[in-house]
C-alpha cells in the first residue's frame, strides 16, 4: 500500500492540462451507494474514528455551504437557517442510509440563486456609475457573515459590480467595454453551475464530508484519482497541451516539448479550438463548454487519433478554420523532475567555488511501473555534481508541496549514513519508527536545504530528518506548511461491491490515516519545521500553513526515537552563519524591498478593503507604478555581480558540455536592452470568487535565469560560509 503526504493545493480557475491519460465515458452506478462507502470509510478507518454523527453532520453541511458559496454572496442568511434546521443534523443519518438527495436539493436551491443573481447584475450593468462615491469593498468575504436578506445582499452585490467595473476602467490596455466583460464572466458562471451534473455534485458533497474530518482527506472522482497517478508519476497520455478557457473557447496556452501538439508544428500557442472529434467521427462543437470537458473531449488512450478543428493565431479573420489531427502519445512532465545548477561564484576572499543547486518541485514516483522515483533522479544528479567537484549543495524545496512518504525516506536516506528518519502513528496509538533503507551515502559534503510555508508533508519530513541530525542547515520562512498527516488511497469499488453494486469508475477516498513525527519526537504537524536561519520573503504569513485550514489535526509528540548525530554537525558554525547572514541581510536594498512590500502586504490583509473610488485607486495605481520605476533605476545603478550558472537536467546529465544559462553581466544586459530582469509577481489578497486566491510570489518560471531572488542569493553566500567553515577554502575547477 502507497501512503501519500501531499499538501491539498487548489488548482488556478480555468486551467487544465489537455494531456491526461485514457478515461472512458462513465458507467452509471449508484451514488447513494458509494455514499455510503465514504461515511462507513471515514468512521472506521480515518485517524480521528470519530463516529458520523450530528457533530460531523453540522460541519458537512457548512463545508458543502462554503465549497458552493465561498465568499458569502449568493446565499442569505435565511437560507443558512433554513438549510440548518431542515439538514443540520439528519445529513449523517442520510448517508448512513444510503440517501444523497440533500446534497442535490441544496445544489438546487443555490443554483436558483445563481441564475436569480445573474438576473439582477445585467440590469444592473445597464445602470450609469461615476465611481466617486467613498464607499470601499470588502475584499475577501470567506469569514464574513451571509447577508441577513435580499436587500444587504443587492447592496454587496451592487458594490461588487462597480469595483469589477472599476477594475476594467482602470485596465491600461482595455479590449472591450467594461460592461461586456462583466456581463460575460457571470454568464459564463451560470453556464458552468448549469453543467454540475448529478455526479459533480455528489464530488462537492462527499468532499465536503471528508474534510469534516480533515482538510486532507477528500473523494476523489475516477477523473482526479487518475489525475493524482499522472501527478505522481509524470507521465500522461495525451496530445500534450496547456489549455485556458478564454471568451467561451479552449485557448493554447503552451506546448509541451516532445509531445504530439509541438512535434506536429501544426498548433501554435493562442489557437483557439473550437470543435473536437474521435478519429473519423464527426465534430462535437466545444465553444462555450466547461473546460474539463472539452479537456475529457480530448483525451484518450495511446495510438488514437483526435481532430481539432481550431481558429489559428495568426487568422485575422476568426471564421477562418483550420483541421489538425494528432496521434496520442505518452508525454514526461519534465518541469516537474528534479533538476540542478551548478553555480560558480566568489567566496568571501574572492576565490571561485563551484556550488550545486538541486531543485526538487515534489517527491514524485511511478506507481505502476517503479521506473519513475525522486530518489532515482536525485542519485543520477548527485553523481554528475560530484563529478564535477562541487564544494556544497543547495536543495531547493521552496515549491514543493510532498508527495511519496517512501520516496521521503529513502531520499533522505542518500545524505545520512544510517538510523531513524520519521515515526508514524496510527489511530492504535501504535508508534512505527522507518529507517534509512540503504546502508550507503550518496553525499556528504556541506549541505543547506532551503524551504519556504509551501514546503510541505514529504518536504518536512527530509528537512525535519536532516535538521535533527545536524546533517544540514535550513534556510527559508520561519517555517515550513505543517502538514503531519498520512493520506492513503482506497478505491470506493472494492467496498461498494460488497453492498451489490461495482463500477471501476465509484471513485476513491483518499484518507488520512496517520500522523508522522520527527526522530527528536515532535511532530510538524501545525508547526512546520523550523528554518535554522530565517530570510523575508512574501510567502512567510500565517495565511499560507496548516493553521489557516479548517478541522486541523492537534500537534503532539511521541518519544523520540534512538539516532546519531551527523559526526560534521553543522550546529558547531550556526550562530556564525546566522549573523553572517544578518549582515548581508540588512544590507541588501533587494531584501529592504521584500521587508516593504511585506508590511504592504500585511496591512492589506488585515485591512481586507479596497475603494470604490476612481481618484483614489488611480492614485494607488500611480504610486504602485512610481514605486517599480524608482526600484528599476535603483536596480539599474547597482553594478552586481553575477555568478556563472550551467543547467543540469536529467537528459543532459551525459552531456560533457552543459548549458550556461547564466554569466556575469547578463543581467545588466537585459536591463541594457530594455527588457529588464524577470521579477516574482507580488501577492494581493483574495478578491475572485472562483477560486483564484491572488498572484503567488512564488509562481512564475523559476527555469529563466535572469530572475532576481534575493532569497537564492543569500542561500548560497551561506552555502559558500558553510563551505569554508567545514572545510575550508576551495577554488573550482575550470568550468565547462
Not at 536545504?449 to 541530525?469: G, H, K, P
Not at 470506493?492 to 461491491?497: A, D, N, P, Q
Request: aromatic residues 6%.
Amino acid at each position: 500500500m502507497k501512503f501519500l503526504i501531499r499538501r491539498s493545493v487548489a488548482l488556478l480557475p480555468g486551467l487544465l492540462v489537455v494531456a491526461l491519460a485514457a478515461q472512458p465515458a462513465r458507467a452509471k452506478s449508484d451514488s447513494d451507494q458509494i455514499g455510503l462507502s465514504v461515511g462507513r470509510l471515514l468512521e472506521e478507518g480515518h485517524y480521528t474514528h470519530h463516529p458520523l454523527d450530528d457533530e460531523v453532520s453540522r460541519k458537512l453541511l457548512t463545508g458543502y455551504l462554503e465549497i458552493l458559496d465561498f465568499s458569502h454572496l449568493f446565499f442569505t442568511q435565511k437560507d443558512i437557517d433554513a438549510f440548518t434546521a431542515k439538514y443540520g443534523t439528519t445529513l449523517d443519518d442520510d448517508i448512513l442510509l444510503g440517501n444523497l438527495k440533500p446534497a442535490h436539493e441544496i445544489f438546487a436551491v443555490f443554483q436558483k440563486r445563481v441564475e436569480d443573481r445573474v438576473a439582477k447584475i445585467k440590469e444592473l450593468l445597464k445602470k450609469p456609475m461615476d465611481f466617486k462615491s467613498d464607499e470601499t469593498l470588502l475584499l475577501s468575504r470567506q469569514k464574513a457573515p451571509w447577508p441577513k436578506d435580499d436587500a444587504e445582499a443587492d447592496d454587496l452585490w451592487r458594490k461588487r459590480v462597480e469595483n469589477e467595473l472599476l477594475q476594467e476602467k482602470l485596465a491600461e490596455h482595455p479590449v472591450e467595454p467594461g460592461p461586456k466583460v462583466v456581463e460575460r464572466r457571470y454568464g459564463r458562471i451560470l453556464r458552468n453551475i448549469h453543467e454540475e451534473d448529478n455526479d459533480e455534485q455528489v464530488k462537492l458533497f462527499l468532499d465536503a464530508l471528508a474534510q469534516a474530518y480533515d482538510p486532507h482527506s477528500e473523494y476523489l472522482s475516477a477523473s482526479d484519482l487518475k489525475n493524482f497517478s499522472i501527478n505522481m508519476g509524470l507521465s500522461l497520455v495525451g496530445i500534450g497541451a496547456m489549455l485556458r478557457s478564454e471568451d467561451g473557447y479552449a485557448k493554447i496556452e503552451s506546448l509541451v516539448p516532445g509531445g504530439p501538439a509541438q512535434t506536429s508544428g501544426r498548433l501554435k500557442v493562442g489557437d483557439r479550438i473550437t470543435s473536437v472529434a474521435q478519429g473519423a467521427k464527426d465534430f462535437v462543437d466545444v465553444r462555450d463548454m466547461r473546460l474539463d470537458k472539452v479537456v475529457d473531449q480530448i483525451r484518450g488512450k495511446k495510438g488514437t487519433k483526435v481532430r481539432l478543428l481550431v481558429i489559428p493565431a495568426s487568422a485575422a479573420d476568426p471564421a477562418q478554420r483550420k483541421t489538425v489531427e494528432l496521434v496520442r502519445d505518452e508525454i514526461k512532465l519534465k518541469d516537474q523532475e528534479a533538476r540542478a545548477d551548478i553555480i560558480i561564484k566568489k567566496n568571501r576572499n574572492g576565490d571561485p567555488v563551484k556550488l550545486g543547486w538541486l531543485t526538487l518541485p515534489s517527491f514524485y514516483a511511478d506507481m505502476d511501473s517503479h521506473k519513475k522515483s525522486t530518489t532515482k533522479d536525485v542519485l543520477a544528479l548527485l553523481k554528475r555534481l560530484k563529478a564535477e567537484k562541487i564544494n556544497g549543495l543547495v536543495i531547493d524545496l521552496r515549491r514543493n508541496g510532498g508527495g511519496s512518504l517512501e520516496e521521503a525516506i529513502s531520499l533522505t536516506g542518500l545524505f545520512i549514513k544510517s538510523g531513524p528518519i520519521v515515526q508514524t502513528k496510527g489511530a492504535n496509538e501504535r508508534v512505527i519508527i522507518s529507517t534509512d533503507p540503504d546502508p550507503g551515502i550518496a553525499y556528504d559534503g556541506p549541505l543547506v536545504v532551503l524551504t519556504s510555508r509551501q514546503s510541505a508533508s514529504a518536504s518536512e519530513i527530509f528537512a525535519a530528518a536532516l535538521q535533527d541530525y545536524g546533517r544540514a542547515v535550513i534556510v527559508g520562512d520561519k517555517s515550513t506548511f505543517g502538514k503531519g498527516t498520512v493520506q492513503t488511497i482506497l478505491e470506493i469499488g472494492r467496498f461498494t461491491s460488497l453492498l451489490g453494486t461495482h463500477s471501476p469508475d465509484d471513485g476513491a477516498l483518499k484518507l488520512t490515516i496517520q500522523k508522522f513525527y520527527r526522530v527528536a519526537g515532535g511532530s510538524t504537524q501545525l508547526h512546520g519545521v523550523a528554518s535554522d536561519i530565517v530570510l523575508p520573503t512574501l510567502t512567510d504569513l500565517p495565511e499560507f500553513g496548516e493553521g489557516a485550514l479548517k478541522n486541523a489535526l492537534p500537534y503532539d509528540e511521541v518519544p523520540p526515537a534512538k539516532f546519531t548525530k551527523w559526526s560534521d554537525t553543522h550546529s558547531l558554525f550556526l550562530d556564525e552563519l546566522k549573523a553572517r547572514s544578518a549582515v548581508r541581510v540588512a544590507a541588501d536594498p533587494e531584501f529592504h524591498y521584500v521587508m516593504d512590500d511585506m508590511a504592504s502586504l500585511r496591512k492589506k490583509l488585515d485591512d481586507n478593503r479596497i475603494s470604490l473610488n476612481e481618484n483614489v485607486r488611480r492614485q494607488e495605481t500611480d504610486e504602485e507604478k512610481l514605486r517599480k520605476e524608482t526600484r528599476s533605476k535603483e536596480r539599474l545603478a547597482r553594478n552586481q555581480e553575477e555568478p556563472s550558472i550551467y543547467r543540469l537536467t536529467l537528459e543532459t546529465i551525459d552531456s560533457p558540455k552543459l548549458e550556461l544559462i547564466m554569466y556575469p553581466g547578463k543581467i545588466a544586459e537585459a536591463k541594457n536592452k530594455g527588457g529588464g530582469p524577470k521579477v516574482a509577481p507580488e501577492v494581493a489578497p483574495d478578491t475572485d470568487d472562483e477560486g483564484d486566491a491572488g498572484s503567488d510570489p512564488a509562481d512564475g518560471d523559476d527555469t529563466k535565469a535572469a530572475a532576481i531572488d534575493p532569497e537564492r542569493d543569500e542561500t548560497l553566500n551561506i552555502l559558500n560560509d558553510l563551505v569554508q567553515l567545514t572545510n575550508g577554502p576551495k577554488t573550482a575547477s575550470t568550468a565547462r
